[in-house]
């Protein structure tokens, strides 16, 4: 597996998931020239493209996706909860309703190269999903935006070799930083976004020697890169992989 984190932060979200012969997307945030030309830079065609899927629709994970539709004609995958509650934004980010396909949560999507289970997280988006998946005989698993951590996403998450997990903020920042109240209360909030200290707390309990860490998605007032790695380095043992995903930086990695 081949993949990618074109970026991450509420600047945009996308990444890019390979085999070499087939190729998925979670989340599309960004632009399709930046899209088209990181997968080229990095040797993944976009014909082995087989389908889109959203985590949810805020405009960080959802701005690109009309236009990504259109360009390449692949199902643009969300929870059903998604497309019904959502249709203003599904309008305004001119997503195609015939490119929508919805799931149910609790069932697997079997596609050439991959096998997604998706999971519903806990956001002020309605029928916000996490994904796990496998290809290759690996398990994958990436969780974004939730404000608390689902039950099922435990054992998912220590099947997986690879997680990318949100850490957005450092509880000690947040609180003595410049958010106007509300929107400090709506971050910590149970539809909010998670904490360094939660994100690092689920990454060493499903974690085993040898899996590797993606933390992703870190706001840009509310922490720093340098924060969240000395608390990873302290709590997550070294014989796993930490990454910390610094706001609006690519990362590539490779597994099995
Ligand atoms: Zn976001
Ligand atoms: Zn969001």
Known sequence: MHYLVITTGSCGNCYIFSTGTDTIIIDDGVTYKKITEKMADHGIPIDTVRALFLTHLHPDHSKGVGVLQRKLGIPVYMSEEARERNESVIMRQKIEMDGIRTFAFGSDIVLPGFTVRPFPTSHDSDGAAGY???????NYFLMTDTGLIPDEAWDLASEASVKFIEANYDDEMLRSGPYPEFLKARIYGSRGHLSNAEAVEF???????????YFVHLSANNNTPELLRNLAGREIPSGIFCRVCE???MFEGFAG
């Open 132 to 138: 796990a998946f496998s290809a290759e005989g690996l």
């Open 203 to 213: 990454a060493r309990r499903t974690s085993h020697h040898g899996d590797s860490v």
């Open 247 to 249: 706001r609006g930086e």
